[in-house]
């Protein structure tokens, strides 16, 4: 063998070592894991007084924005409640799973009843973060006292309703 030749292939493999080991203490330590991210938190919530209709809209809008540290989504609602006097006060956002959430409206529960063919209604407004960016995919299951009102889906075509019995 020449050893040119030889000088060459010892420097590639030493180059490749190096390379390598490089990549173990670089990948190893996190530093492309380090990209700021924001907490899965409700940054905003408002609701109205319960009021009696005969046909309020029931599907939910959503309106999600996309940055670099997470996904932002603001819920308008229309929520049954069940009666003229119950209250929301709060919702959370829980994480149940990998990239699965539970939004939760809590209130209280109200006495009183509302004339023949209307229902109670709350309307509400939600604003939550959750710390996955773009098409990144994540699930938001939203709730009231133990019933699944709608569920929310993330994509890569953007956040879609994919039930709804609100």
């Known amino acids: 063998m020449d050893r040119r030749f030889l000088a060459t292939v010892a420097a590639a493999v030493v180059l490749l070592a190096a390379g390598g080991a490089v990549g173990v203490i670089v990948g190893g330590a996190g530093l492309f894991d380090r990209q700021p991210r924001v907490d899965p938190t409700v940054t905003a919530f408002n609701s109205s007084d319960a009021r009696c209709a005969e046909a309020p809209a029931s599907e939910p809008r959503v309106d999600a924005g996309n940055t670099t540290r997470g996904t932002f989504l603001i819920i308008r609602a229309n929520l049954t409640v069940s009666g003229p006097d119950s209250r ?3 919702a959370t956002l829980a994480e149940t799973g990998l990239a699965n959430y539970t939004l939760t409206y809590e209130g209280a529960a109200g006495d009183g009843t509302c004339p023949d063919g209307e229902r109670a209604v709350v309307s509400t ?3 939550f973060q959750v710390p996955h960016r773009g098409g990144e995919p994540f699930g938001v299951t939203v709730r009231y006292r133990n019933r699944v009102l709608f569920e929310l ?7 879609a309703v994919t039930r709804s019995s609100a």
């Open 88 to 90: 929301l006060k709060n």
């Open 125 to 127: 407004y939600v604003a």
């Open 153 to 159: 889906r993330n994509g890569p075509s953007g956040v």
